[in-house]
């Protein structure tokens, strides 16, 4: 059975940092584009990094460039995301999912309205943003 659980979320002030992790189970992640997504109360679930199997392409949403990185922990089966100078609109609960068809070429299209269709989906972790 092909599973992805997701950590550490939680609450933290504004301007504080986190780090996620997405480890698998059943499959290895590394043969796997991974994609980081959230959603908030009352929106629609949007992308906010993705990377290619291996780590060769990532994309990273306008909205976090610059303060999240994805990475992977390929010897823990695992991929992170390292979210730093958070913002209250950062609250939301985020997942991850990982699918073995997105080539390195579609990650900004993985991580776009397509996401529907992606393959392996985790239960997802709260991050709370708030002073």
């Known amino acids: 059975q092909l599973q992805l659980v997701e950590s550490g979320g939680g609450l933290v002030q504004p301007g504080g940092s986190l780090r996620l992790s997405c480890a698998g189970s059943?499959?290895?992640?590394?043969?796997?584009?991974v994609g980081w997504f959230r959603q908030a109360p009352g929106k629609e679930r949007e992308g906010v990094s993705c990377i290619s199997s291996r780590g060769g392409n990532i994309y990273y949403a306008d909205s976090v460039k610059g303060r999240f990185t994805i990475s992977r922990g390929n010897a823990k089966n695992t991929v992170y995301l390292q979210m730093n100078s958070l913002k209250a609109e950062d609250t939301a609960v985020y997942f991850c999912?990982?699918?073995?068809?997105?080539?390195?070429?579609?990650?900004?299209?993985?991580?776009?309205?397509?996401?529907?269709?992606?393959?392996?989906w985790g239960q997802g972790t709260l991050v709370t943003v708030s002073s």
């Open positions: 999912v990982a699918d073995s068809l997105t080539p390195s070429s579609k990650i900004q299209a993985m991580c776009g309205t397509g996401y529907r269709n992606l393959e392996v």
């Open positions: 059943g499959f290895t992640l590394d043969y796997y584009a």
